[in-house]
T-cell receptor
Framework: SQQGEEDPQALSIQEGENATMNCSYKTSINNLQWYRQNSGRGLVHLIL?????REKHSGRLRVTLDTSKKSSSLLITASRAADTASYFC????????????????FGQGTILTVHP | GAVVSQHPSRVICKSGTSVKIECRSL??????MFWYRQFPKQSLMLMAT?????????EQGVEKDKFLINHASLTLSTLTVTSAHPEDSSFYIC??????????????FGQGTRLTVV
């Protein structure tokens, strides 16, 4: 079952603006990952943040993680038309003993449209 | 990053027939592969987890006799949709991970298969 919820469900912005997407989850996690999906294609990994990390950067991407609130956010700065896609958060659940079965649980996703 | 190849990318089949989808890890050993289903504008729903050399573990509500999964080697898993119905039309995506290094590493996804049952 899907445990994550993302908001907004859809986001429409102009090129150059920043885009912020939020994700909430319910269980204890080892890490949280963000993926991007272009229409009708597979998923591309963007960034992984571990449960003991609070913030991570990769290029124009900034991810935060608040394990006390069980939430994460993805910020894309200076957006481009090519950033138009669906963005998903996925949690890697912490199974007993701190292990992981490798099963990711996905949020509902945010559809981002960046207008040129 | 590692490469996962999934094919076919698109398939149209008649009701009642079976369709096989392949998922291959090209440059690493995928001890575990995951099969997801995605409806338009929705998220990925995990269908089953397959471990090399053992039976797949299906999520609640997924019919194991309808969605046959085989993971015979460390580089190949197949999903066979048997006796396909129009309601099986969907986008199917596989994901591969190496269980031995799965902790705090990304998953690698195939490009997906668009199945249309007519």
């Amino acid at each position: 079952s899907q445990q994550g919820e993302e908001d907004p469900q859809a986001l429409s912005i102009q090129e150059g603006e920043n885009a912020t997407m939020n994700c909430s989850y319910k269980t204890s996690i080892n890490n949280l990952q963000w993926y991007r999906q272009n229409s009708g294609r597979g998923l591309v990994h963007l960034i992984l943040i571990r449960s003991n990390e609070r913030e991570k950067h990769s290029g124009r991407l900034r991810v935060t993680l608040d394990t006390s609130k069980k939430s994460s956010s993805l910020l894309i700065t200076a957006s481009r038309a090519a950033d138009t896609a669906s963005y998903f958060c996925a949690t890697d659940q912490n199974v007993a003993g701190g292990t992981s079965y490798g099963k990711l649980t996905f949020g509902q996703g945010t559809i981002l449209t960046v207008h040129p | 990053g590692a490469v996962v190849s999934q094919h076919p990318s698109r398939v149209i089949c008649k009701s009642g027939t079976s369709v096989k989808i392949e998922c291959r890890s090209l440059d690493f050993q995928a001890t575990t592969m995951f099969w997801y289903r995605q409806f338009p504008k929705q998220s990925l729903m995990l269908m089953a987890t397959s471990n090399e050399g053992s039976k797949a573990t299906y999520e609640q509500g997924v019919e194991k006799d309808k969605f046959l999964i085989n993971h015979a080697s460390l580089t190949l898993s197949t999903l066979t949709v048997t006796s396909a119905h129009p309601e099986d039309s969907s986008f199917y995506i596989c994901s591969a991970r190496d269980y031995r290094t799965v902790m705090n590493t990304e998953a690698f996804f195939g490009q997906g298969t668009r199945l249309t049952v007519v």
